[in-house]
């Protein structure tokens, strides 16, 4: 399912939409893996006494809730997004209760990723986003790729921040474009006086 374009604002393009990694099954996954062969044994194995019979329902019981555990995990997992657009970074996931959190590219300081030896091998990880917003440090687990994500983002601020450059904008989007510079003159990519100049310019001035 992929990130619904009526939530794009316009001319806004997405350059990744991914859903995490497999490994995000691995819980719910190992318990039907363990205890629906459990409960094939006790239907085939056990015998018709109480003790007998009541450790059956037991293995079905837990047999059904790990199928809907898993099933419950494949529905948010369908329903969960990390999306890189031209202007944005955005997380959303839930199906019915939704969550989201969109982060300006201009307000992203500082992208890196965190992977242990095993999660290098399955190719998952973890990124961790600074930005200049409230939230100031956001954590995204089970990201498929994660060096790769980490690139693509610099890739697509270094393009939002050529665009701010190099695009005279219309008097409605001044306010925009003023935002946009002084997230690059808060995290050190242009200077005080590349912003002031940039700022007249902006104003006509």
Known sequence: MPYPQRLLN?????????HPHWWYFAQPGAAVIVSAPLFLWT???LGDAAWESAVRWIAGIVAL???????????????????ITSDRLIARSGVVAKR?????????NNVSFNQSIFERVIKAGDLLIESGGEDGQQRFTDILRPD???NLIHLQM???QRRTF???PSTADVATQLEKLEGLRDRGTISADEFETEKRRLLGG
Request: no cysteine.
């Open 10 to 18: 316009d001319d806004e393009e997405v350059a990744l939409d991914i």
């Open 43 to 45: 239907l085939a194995a």
């Open 65 to 83: 809730l790990s199928i809907v555990w898993l099933g419950g995990r494949w529905l948010k997992w369908r329903t969960t997004h990390f999306v």
């Open 100 to 108: 989201g959190i969109e982060i300006p590219l201009e307000r992203v």
């Open 148 to 150: 790769e994500v980490q």
């Open 158 to 160: 270094e393009e939002n």
């Open 166 to 168: 190099s695009t005279p």
